[in-house]
């Protein structure tokens, strides 16, 4: 077992340890509170944006204290046509949601090129309500600025890995976060 004091090496990087399992999980709870406040009788339905996203789930549901329900969906962007560019498509969403307050679970927003393809989708379906919670925000990267009701914590503009988040496929089952090392 690596120590979580110390660096890591993924394939051609190194990472050094960011955001300890103690620390995550307090932004976790805190996180939960704000929701189980707000959704206390609206019954939500989760989605939860794989794979980056099952880590985040399993442990905000641990601490959701509400009736609310979840689904796991994928999204996967195939080339369009030249006027529509690439198409983001939404798999395994196959529920009715338009009498359903919905929150997006997202393990972070970079860009915002996702969710700004995303929303509209789903929007287009008649939630009753729709609000997005990601565990963490690069402010300095995000490109389309929307609504973010729950954001765990905001981090500068570095690479990071573990806690379901990837490099090349491989570092999701780090239970701590790791910022790469230049
Ligand atoms: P966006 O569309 O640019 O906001 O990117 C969102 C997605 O890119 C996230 O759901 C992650 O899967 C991935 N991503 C963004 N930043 C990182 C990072 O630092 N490490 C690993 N994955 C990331
Ligand atoms: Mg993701």
Redesign the pocket.
Same mark, same amino acid.
Do not use: A, N, P, Q
């Given at each position: 077992m690596p120590s979580m004091n110390n660096n890591i090496s993924i394939l051609d990087k190194d990472f050094k340890p960011y955001l300890s399992k103690e620390e995550i999980q307090v932004i976790i709870r805190q996180v939960a509170a704000r929701i189980n406040r707000d959704y206390a009788d609206k019954t939500p339905l989760f989605l939860s /944006?794989l794979n !980056?996203s099952f880590m985040l789930t399993a442990d905000l549901f641990k601490n959701l204290d509400i009736p609310c329900t979840v689904s796991f969906v994928k999204l996967a962007s195939y080339r369009g046509t030249r006027s529509t560019g690439n198409v983001l498509t939404l798999i395994g969403l196959d529920e009715d949601i338009s009498e359903r307050h919905v929150v997006i679970l997202? $393990? /972070?927003? $970079? *860009? !915002? &090129? *996702? @969710?700004s393809e995303l929303i509209p989708t789903l929007g287009k379906r008649n939630p009753l309500s729709l609000e997005v919670c990601t565990l963490l925000l &690069?402010p300095e990267a995000l490109k389309h600025p929307m609504k973010l009701k729950y954001v765990g914590k905001k981090i500068p503009n570095d690479? /990071?890995?573990g806690y379901g @988040? $990837?490099y090349d496929g491989q570092g999701r089952n780090l239970p701590a976060i790791y910022q790469i090392v230049d």
């Open positions: /944006i !980056g997202e $393990d /972070i927003v $970079d *860009t !915002g &090129k *996702t @969710l &690069k690479f /990071i890995v @988040l $990837d």
